[in-house]
C-alpha cells in the first residue's frame, strides 16, 4: 500500500470524520516520497487551515469524500509528473533555451548538452515563444548535436534564455494485460506509486480514469495492480499530480462510492514540483456526480 505522511481510512462512510485543523504536513526536502494526506471513504471532513509541503508525490489525496468542508489549504510544491524527455525524466533545471524563427522552422539551441536522435519525433515546448507570448509547441524533426535540434513549424517569436519541456511520459496500454509499455522509462523508482491512465478499468466500466498502484517495474515497463480495459497507444502516464480527488480501482466494490458534496474555500497551490500536475478529479457517470465548489 502506498505509503502516507498522514493516513485516515474508514471502513464505511457511514458516520463521522475527524476535525483536521491548524496543521502543516511537511516533507523533509522536495525528493521526500510519500503521499502527503490521504483519506478515504469519509463523510462530514471538517479541514481548516492545513498546509502540505514538499511531497514528491500527492500531496492531497481523497479517495471518496462526502458532505465535506474546507477552508484555506495551500498545497505547495507536491506532485511528481516526468516528462518524454527520458534519463531522469525532465531536462535539467540549470537548462536554459534560445529559439531562433528560421524560415518554416526554428532553430533551439540549449545552454548546455540535452538533446540525443531519439528526441526526433517528440514535441518540444519553449516558454513565451508562442502565440502573445504562449508556450510554443512543436516536433523536433532534426538532430544536430547534443545543444541543437530543428523544430517542424517556425515560431511566433524568437527567445533566448528561456525553459522548455517535452510533453508528459506516455505509455501504451493492453487490453486485459496488466503490462503497460513506457518506451521513455524514466530513472526513477515508481513501485509502490499510484498511477492515473484515461482509460477504464476492469472493475468498474462507468469510470473513466482508472486509478491504480505500480506493483513492478522493468527497463521499458510496468506491471500494474489492476488491468486496463482497453489498448490505447501513447496515453499520457500521470504519475502524482499534487491533489486527487475521486476512488482509486483498489476501493471498487468496497462501498466507496465516490465524491459528493465536498466544497472547498480558499484553496492555494502553489509551485507543483518537478513538472507536477495541479488537480485530477475522476469522473463518475453515475447519478451522484462529484461537486467542487470554490477552490
Known amino acids: 500500500i502506498p505509503t502516507a505522511m498522514f493516513r ?3 471502513r464505511t462512510a457511514i458516520g463521522t470524520s475527524p476535525i483536521i485543523s ?7 526536502n522536495a525528493a521526500t516520497d510519500p503521499i502527503g494526506v490521504k483519506t478515504t471513504n469519509v463523510n462530514r471532513l471538517t479541514w481548516i487551515n492545513v498546509a502540505i509541503r514538499f511531497f514528491r508525490n500527492i500531496g492531497k489525496m481523497h479517495n471518496g469524500i462526502v ?5 484555506n489549504t495551500a498545497v505547495v510544491r ?3 509528473q516526468p516528462t518524454a524527455y527520458g534519463g531522469p525524466g525532465w531536462l535539467p ?4 533555451f534560445s529559439a531562433t524563427s528560421a524560415g518554416a522552422t526554428t532553430n533551439v539551441t540549449s545552454s548546455v548538452d540535452v538533446f540525443d536522435a531519439r528526441h526526433v519525433g517528440k514535441n518540444l515546448m519553449i516558454e513565451t515563444a508562442g502565440p502573445y507570448k504562449s508556450i510554443f509547441r512543436s516536433e523536433i524533426t532534426s538532430f544536430v548535436d547534443a545543444r541543437n535540434v530543428v523544430l517542424a513549424d517556425p515560431c511566433p517569436y524568437d527567445m533566448t534564455d528561456v525553459a522548455a519541456s517535452f510533453e508528459v511520459l506516455t505509455c501504451n496500454t493492453m487490453a486485459s494485460s496488466v503490462t503497460i509499455d513506457i518506451p521513455d522509462m524514466p530513472a526513477i523508482d515508481l513501485v ?3 498511477v492515473f491512465l484515461w482509460v477504464p478499468g476492469s472493475g468498474d466500466n462507468n469510470r473513466d480514469l482508472l486509478t491504480t498502484r505500480i506493483i513492478a517495474q522493468g527497463p521499458t515497463t510496468v506491471t500494474v495492480a489492476h488491468t486496463p480495459a482497453a489498448a490505447v497507444a501513447e496515453l499520457p502516464f500521470i504519475l502524482a499530480p499534487a491533489e486527487f480527488i475521486g476512488v482509486t480501482e483498489d476501493e471498487v466494490g468496497r462501498g466507496v462510492e465516490g465524491s459528493d458534496d465536498y466544497q472547498v474555500w480558499g484553496q492555494r497551490n502553489e509551485r507543483s ?8 478529479r475522476q469522473h463518475h457517470h453515475n447519478p451522484r456526480p462529484e461537486r467542487c465548489i470554490g477552490g
Do not use: P, V
Open 78 to 80: 507536491c506532485g511528481l
Open 192 to 194: 509502490g506509486r499510484y
Open 8 to 10: 485516515w481510512e474508514q
Open 22 to 28: 491548524n496543521i502543516t504536513f511537511q516533507g523533509e
Open 273 to 280: 514540483n518537478d513538472c507536477g500536475m495541479g488537480r485530477l
Open 93 to 96: 533545471g540549470n537548462a536554459k
Open 67 to 71: 458532505n465535506s468542508d474546507e477552508w
